[in-house]
């Protein structure tokens, strides 16, 4: 599966079930460890886990197997790792304390509306 159509399935499936504020960065030019992020909130732990368990039903559906999930039983945190796409769904105040796209300023965003179309 192209790494873009996993990306526009896994923002689907976050959306579906009401992820906030997505952002996607691009990282193809500035990073070797992965393609794309994509970062969204959740408004608590256990919507953090729906969240996750949507993204991994619907990529699974599609032959899709994360390498590596971490955080899943905090659900502060929770990091999807399919190595082309890193999947990273936080609580706001996480979200906020790490900074991503701070640290990620210069990857160019790619607007979701545009994803989903």
């Not at 706001?92 to 790490?98: A, G, I, V």
């Amino acid at each position: 599966m192209e790494t873009v159509e996993k990306l526009k399935t896994a923002l689907k499936a976050a959306s579906d079930k009401k992820a906030e504020e997505p952002a996607i960065l691009d990282l193809r030019e500035l990073s070797t460890l992965t393609d794309f992020f994509l970062i969204v909130s959740s408004s608590s732990d256990i919507h953090g886990r729906t969240i996750a368990d949507e993204i991994t039903k619907k990529l699974k559906e599609k032959g899709v197997l994360p390498i590596n999930v971490e955080g899943y039983d905090s659900g502060n945190w929770i990091l999807i790792d399919y190595g082309d796409m890193i999947v990273h769904i936080f609580r706001p105040e996480t979200r906020e304390l790490y900074g991503l796209e701070n640290l990620w300023i210069d990857a160019p965003r790619i607007e979701s509306a545009e994803l989903l179309k």
